[in-house]
């Protein structure tokens, strides 16, 4: 594999389309590092921590939450770029600030927020949220509003997972709808994908939903692999031959992102031409996107499905659902600096953005208070 093919597709920072507010350059980082930093630095990143990925804290404080995910998903992100030869520093950026918009709740407070805007002809999307926190609601400069974030960070946050149209949403015209981003934005998706199928075998069977045996028989290809390493590591607990196999399917995912991608792009001759393709070019190959296929499978039939998590998802999302419509009736208990940040938005808008900006802690702690008021 000739990696070096796909150097010229690597998106040259000195080309980027610069920031909203013109600022100097800085002596020693690049504008795409300068923007890893600000998204490090800022709260919603930091907040993270205490937002749930599958399982809640209650479960044990050993499993994924949401930051320790981004930085699974940047790790594998940055590998892959850098075995491409593509910008590894833009890279990281939108691997760090892909999931910062997230609410509490994981993808059940998405979707449950989803639902009462919808009551209004409204939206909520995590990924239009964490466009809405970088240009709004982190204020740390005195020069300007939000974060500042080069064109190419702001665009990959849009446009990491899913294309454009034009028309769409005429709020974010500037942002290329129709073409499709640079190789870096399309390589986060994916890598956010052997990111969660990987942490969440692990998380569930130490969590005992699943078994080695029950994994080996509904995918063949990890049956083959928890063969090889029982005939390898006879001695070895069940447990760590069961973390030795999904290090290796994280080294087989990779793999097949990093092959996969080299071979639909190779033939590409400048980044425009890869915005212009019918569609993206980061992929895994045809044996990698069947196994992650097979994994997604079987995680959402014994994992997302599972009872207990079930439970939890309803109690989260009843509150929330509580909560929002006790915010509707009395917007007055809102903070005060939420209408300031709104500008004079409607109050349901006011309203999601301060749930979703909530860690899973805090939004028990506000419901509790609430309750008992």
Known sequence: MDVEALAKLRFPV????????????HPYRNDFQRDRDRVIHSRAFRRLENKTQVFAQSYSDHFRNRLTHTLEVTQ?????????????DLTETLALVHDIGHPPFAHAGEAELN????????????????L????????RYA????????????EGIIKHS?????????????YLPGLKPPLEAQIIDLADEIAYNTADLDDAQSAGLIQAQELAEAVPAVGALLEELEFQYPAVPERIRFLECVRRLIDILTSSLIEGTYMAARSMESIEEIRLQPRRLACFTPEGEQLSAALKAFLHQKVYQAEELARERLRSTQALASMFQFYLEHPEKLPENYFEKGQGEACHRVICDYIAGMTDGYFWKTWKSLVES
Do not use: C, W
């Not at 080309?15 to 909203?20: E, F, K, L, Q, Y």
């Not at 899913?162 to 500037?174: C, K, S, V």
């Open 14 to 25: 000195e080309h980027s389309r610069g920031r909203r507010y013109p600022e100097p350059s």
């Open 115 to 130: 639902r009462q805007m919808n009551r209004f002809g409204d939206q909520f999307d995590h990924n239009l949220h964490a």
């Open 76 to 88: 594998i992100a940055r590998t892959v770029a850098v075995a491409l030869k593509v910008n590894e």
């Open 162 to 174: 899913r294309d454009l149209t034009p028309g769409e949403d005429l709020g974010l015209e500037e």
């Open 143 to 154: 020069r300007f509003p939000g974060l500042n974030l080069t064109f190419e960070v702001r």
């Open 132 to 139: 809405r926190i970088v240009e709004r609601f982190e204020q």
